[in-house]
């Protein structure tokens, strides 16, 4: 096990974003950096650096979020979705992942940091079926852009939003999926920097409107 990064000597943000639930943004922090290796949801490199560059990255979206639900697809180790779970109790999270230890690991966070407003489902995003659709949908680091629309775009309700973390290659990934983002009609689709100069790094975020 690593040592993660002193979770006490964060950027001021942190109090800003998690507000009285840092305590449970710094368990979590504690029980990835203790358990994220053995089920495979964190890459050694990466431990040292948890709050800052994976759980802190994450949770400056918290502010893009609207009241009512999210839909966080590839969960994986709880990134984003457990991490704004945290910070926005205001919000319903559904956290989409196909992988079974991965479902296994997020239920058990949730049962143990005790949040009653997330539901885990075990399934692929493009087998989801659900009465209802969500008000927005996250994910990080599961697929392109020109991918996750047709994924995706049935999932979300009218007028409802993708707030998609990417990389440094966000404005290209818009430029590619050009051709899916006028068969599903999506507007106002942006990049949004956040962070900047007040994380070590910027989160870049895709904000797209589905018709
Ligand atoms: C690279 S990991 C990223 C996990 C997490 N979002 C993060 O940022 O650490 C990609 C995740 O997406 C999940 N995934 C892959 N294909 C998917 C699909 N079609 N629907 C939902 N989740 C999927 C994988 O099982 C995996 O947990």
Not at 13 to 32: K, M, P
Not at 133 to 147: C, H, I, M, P, Y
Not at 149 to 172: D, H, Q, R, Y
Not at 195 to 206: C, H, K, M, N, Y
């Amino acid at each position: 096990m690593s040592i993660p990064e002193n979770t006490e000597a964060e950027p001021a943000v942190a109090s800003d974003l998690f507000g009285e639930r840092i305590e449970l943004a710094r368990e979590f922090t504690n029980a990835l950096a203790t358990h994220g290796e053995e089920y495979g949801l964190i890459g050694p490199l990466e431990l040292p650096r948890l709050w800052t560059r994976h759980i802190l990255n994450c949770a400056i979206v918290a502010p893009l979020l609207r009241e009512g639900t999210v839909g966080d697809i590839g969960s994986g180790a709880g990134l984003p979705g457990l991490v704004l779970a945290i910070a926005r109790p205001d919000v319903h999270f559904t956290l989409i992942e196909p992988m079974e230890r991965r479902v296994k690991w997020l239920n058990d966070q949730v049962l143990s940091l005790g949040l009653d407003n997330v539901t885990v489902l075990r399934d692929r995003a493009e087998d989801v079926r659900l009465p209802e659709g969500f008000d927005q949908l996250t994910a990080r680091a599961v697929s392109a852009f020109s991918k996750l629309i047709p994924m995706c775009a049935p999932l979300v309700v009218p007028g409802g939003e993708f707030i998609l973390m990417k990389g440094i290659n966000a404005a290209k990934e818009i430029e590619a999926a050009e051709k899916q983002i006028r068969r599903f009609k999506l507007r106002d689709v942006e990049v949004i920097e956040l962070g900047d100069g007040v994380l070590p790094e910027t989160t870049r975020v895709i904000r797209a409107t589905v018709s």
